[in-house]
């Protein structure tokens, strides 16, 4: 049979935490289920597993929880590719990655400010990502401001990414409330992408802590989810320890592991974990 394509391999625009990186293993996995599958993504994010999912199974409903209103991020390319212009026309043709001297922030603020002004939005995370250094972001102009700037203005435009929420079931709301939504539906797959512990979450606009990463396991008592955690959150290991020494009801026990490495300054790495189960 072949295989639907999918149409984005990463997103659109940029975002901490997107799962790039197991987005067609993903899909590959998916590709049996019924096409009266329920897909309910309870931490949409990007939008990229959900929007895997309806490429992979048009059919199927699929539910985007866009907690981080990255709708309006798409919805506003037109615009954030404008002021990266006009970014692009201050830094000129510096160096790439240069520091920028204060006379020159001050210009890209002025611009910013402008742009804000004018039109009302501007996609903090894409700017922050033109004029910052490596994956920091900030999310308003006064963050900006307490931050050194560098060129690392792209050179193209971002692609309009037309189509990119198409077909999709746009809602915002606590992941509990959306899993309870759900939960009792016999064709839901859930997919679980909950922020990592120990990682830097200063994108999303939330505060979360062990407790809400340990109530996220009450949806893996679902029959059927992917769920998404890295070996940085010992998450695994833990709960196999409480099997073993408390008969913990180990919700992850009958799910199947794919694991991705990443590598850091070309040796060191974690490991990223997929653990899917499927009914
Ligand atoms: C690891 S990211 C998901 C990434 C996504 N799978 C992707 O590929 O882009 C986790 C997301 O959960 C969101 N989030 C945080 N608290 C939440 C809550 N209580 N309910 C729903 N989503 C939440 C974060 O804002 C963030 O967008």
Redesign the pocket.
């Known amino acids: 049979m072949e295989r639907n394509k999918l149409n984005y391999n990463q ?1 659109p625009l940029p ?1 901490q ?3 790039r990186k197991f987005v067609k293993l993903f899909a590959e996995k998916i590709e049996t289920l019924p096409d009266d599958t329920v897909f309910v993504d ?8 959900s929007r895997a999912a309806k490429d992979t199974k048009p059919m199927c409903r699929v539910i985007y ?1 866009d ?2 209103d990255y709708h309006l991020r798409i919805a506003n390319i037109a615009n954030t590719n404008k002021l990266i212009a006009e970014i692009r026309g201050i830094t000129g043709s510096m160096p790439r990655f240069q520091r920028l001297s204060s006379d020159i922030k001050e210009k890209i603020l002025t611009v910013i400010a402008k742009h804000e002004q004018d039109v009302g939005y501007v996609d903090y995370i894409t700017i922050s990502s033109s004029i910052m250094f490596s994956s920091k972001y900030v999310l308003s102009l006064n963050g900006l401001r307490k931050e050194s700037f560098y060129n690392s203005v792209k050179k193209q435009d971002y692609s309009p990414a037309s189509g990119y929420l198409e077909g999709l079931e746009i809602c915002k709301c ?2 509990m409330r959306l899993f309870d939504e759900f939960k009792n539906n016999e064709k839901a797959f859930f997919i679980c ?4 512990l120990n990682t830097d979450v200063t994108t ?3 505060n ?1 802590t062990l407790r809400d990463y340990l109530r996220v396991l009450n949806c893996l008592r679902a029959s059927q989810f992917a769920f ?1 955690t890295s070996e940085k959150s010992s998450l695994v290991e833990l709960l196999e320890w409480l099997e073993d020494k408390f008969s913990y009801n180990n919700p992850l026990k009958k799910a199947n592991e794919y694991r991705i490495r990443t590598t850091v300054n070309g040796t060191a790495g974690y490991e990223d974990i997929m653990l899917l189960k499927i009914r």
């Open positions: 997103a975002f935490g997107q799962k309870l931490f949409g994010g990007s939008g990229l597993l929880n907690y981080d606590d992941y992408d909950p922020p990592y999303y606009k939330m979360w998404f």
